[in-house]
């Protein structure tokens, strides 16, 4: 199994904190958001490798931790040669630019590379083998507010997933979904047919849908917390919530 680390976004929504650092080497309690991630995916003893999709302005920044950092997996970072925010692949076209690039043949898990979260990635990574399908991570929000900025779910009662929708303005369900998949290696044409058939290359939860119309997808019910780091107010949040963390 192969780890996707999505960090080739500009975070303009943190300026001035991410004019000139990627969000994911942001500090939260002490270590960069990027390492708590690395953290848990280095737990997880199916993935193999860790490949880091960046762009052009960060790739050099990226690269420098990784050559200081002392981890259990190896970690690759690519350059998807964007330089802003107007001309960025998008995430679900950065998923297959790594695929093509490292010529992937295997199943692979995808994290966006700034959302923190406390569950542990072996528990999916379980899950995904006792369904032998493509997964996805959901859990339960109650905030419409919170709800109408990220992807909602319906489950049916074996927990396949029967409706998803990403940022909707009237959601359906109370059930959150988190940038942070697991797909099969048969299912990585799909990213690229999706892409050539000219959908949304943004927001990795837009191929989900679309996917469910091809396939079983699952959802795994995690218990525990997830951070999303997307503007400064949330920032400062989480890092009020880890400080305490490890006060205690």
Avoid at 141 to 150: C, D, Q, V
């Amino acid at each position: 199994m192969k780890c996707i680390l999505l960090a080739a976004g500009y975070a303009t929504r943190l300026y001035p904190l991410t004019k000139d650092k990627p969000k994911s080497l942001l500090e939260v309690g002490g270590k960069t958001i990027l390492e708590h991630i690395i953290k848990k995916v280095e737990d997880v003893k199916d993935v193999d490798d860790i490949i880091i999709v960046s762009n052009d302005r960060f790739y050099a920044q990226f690269k420098d931790w990784v050559e200081q950092y002392s981890g259990s997996k190896s970690i690759k970072v690519l350059n998807d040669k964007t330089t802003d925010n107007d001309n960025r692949l998008g995430a679900i076209a950065d998923i297959c630019f790594a695929i093509d690039r490292e010529n992937i043949n295997d199943d692979i898990i995808v994290l966006a590379g700034d959302n923190l979260f406390d569950f542990n990635l072996y528990d999916f990574v379980d899950f995904y083998k006792k369904v032998k399908s493509d997964c996805i991570t959901v859990h339960e929000l109650n905030n419409i507010e919170e709800l109408r900025k990220t992807g909602v779910v319906e489950i049916d009662e074996n927990y396949r997933v029967i409706f998803f929708e990403e940022k909707p303005k009237y959601p359906k369900s109370n059930l959150a979904a988190p940038p942070l998949y697991i797909y099969k290696r048969e299912t990585l044409h799909y990213i690229k047919e999706y892409l050539e058939q000219g959908n949304n290359p943004d927001a990795p939860g837009n191929f989900i849908p679309w996917l469910i119309s091809k396939k079983d997808v699952f959802a795994y019910k995690f218990k525990g917390n997830r951070y999303d780091i997307g503007t400064l107010e949330n920032y400062n949040k989480v890092k009020d919530i880890f400080k305490q963390m490890y006060l205690e």
